[in-house]
């Protein structure tokens, strides 16, 4: 099946540093990822979409520059969250469609928890 | 209105139990959805998918979808604790997700 891995699990840095998150399809080319926060005891919330070899395309509220995604292969997306305050600490989650599935089925990662101080 | 919206829970039950969890949505556009399960700290894994309306079995799994009042339901049979996690409902194709029940089933 399709696999989606997340580097690193988890995180913790200072506040005012920039963290970076990757999110690679290991048994497959992902044309498009997706990039999701949720906190806990909530639902995913999308905040992106990666596109490969063009500019990401950002949900309503979600700041582009705040939130840097690049996706410069077919498997591999990355998300960097520049200048990290306490309230960006969250669980971030990529995901991404298989093209031996249906394209409607996402695969997720399992996650990046983030923690700033 | 959120387009999806689940209670969160938690519900908890005990082992060999008969649990019911529930989605509703709000818009009738909507023709497929998609459980998801999601255990503590990990991203969420595919369950199954519903038929537009009906029920659909997989093993101790069978989703339902009453198109008439806008909600659907994912029953688990003989309920294990390895069955506790989040439940997420989703609109096939949509990238919005319902809030997730969360699951406990006490041996």
Redo the contacts between chains.
């Keep these: 099946g399709a696999v989606v891995s997340q580097h690193p699990s988890r995180v913790i840095c200072k506040s005012g540093t920039s963290v970076k998150i990757e999110c690679r399809s290991l048994d497959f080319q992902a044309t498009t990822m997706f990039w999701y926060r949720q906190f806990p005891k909530k639902s995913l919330m999308l905040m992106a979409t990666s596109n490969e070899g063009s500019k990401a395309t950002y949900e309503q509220g979600v700041e582009k520059d705040k939130f840097l995604i690049n996706h410069a292969s077919l498997t591999l997306s990355t998300l960097t969250v520049t200048s990290a305050h306490p309230e960006d600490s969250s669980f971030y989650i990529c995901s991404a469609r298989s093209p031996w599935t249906s394209a409607e089925t996402q695969y997720f990662g399992p996650g990046t928890r983030l923690l700033v101080l | 209105q959120k387009e999806v919206e689940q209670d969160?829970g938690p519900l908890s039950v005990p082992e060999g139990a008969i649990v019911s969890l529930n989605c509703t949505y709000s818009n009738s556009a909507f023709q497929y959805f998609?459980w998801?399960r999601q255990y503590s700290?990990?991203?969420?894994?595919?369950l199954m998918y519903t038929y537009s309306s009906g029920n659909k079995e997989d093993g101790r799994f069978t989703a339902q979808v009453d198109k008439s009042s806008k909600y659907i339901s994912l029953f688990i049979r003989d309920s294990q604790p390895s069955d506790s996690a989040t439940y997420?409902c989703a609109p096939?194709?949509k990238?919005?997700?319902?809030?997730?029940t969360?699951l406990q089933v006490k041996p």
């Design positions: 969160p998609m998801y700290r990990k991203g969420p894994e595919l997420l096939r194709g990238l919005i997700f319902g809030q997730g969360t």
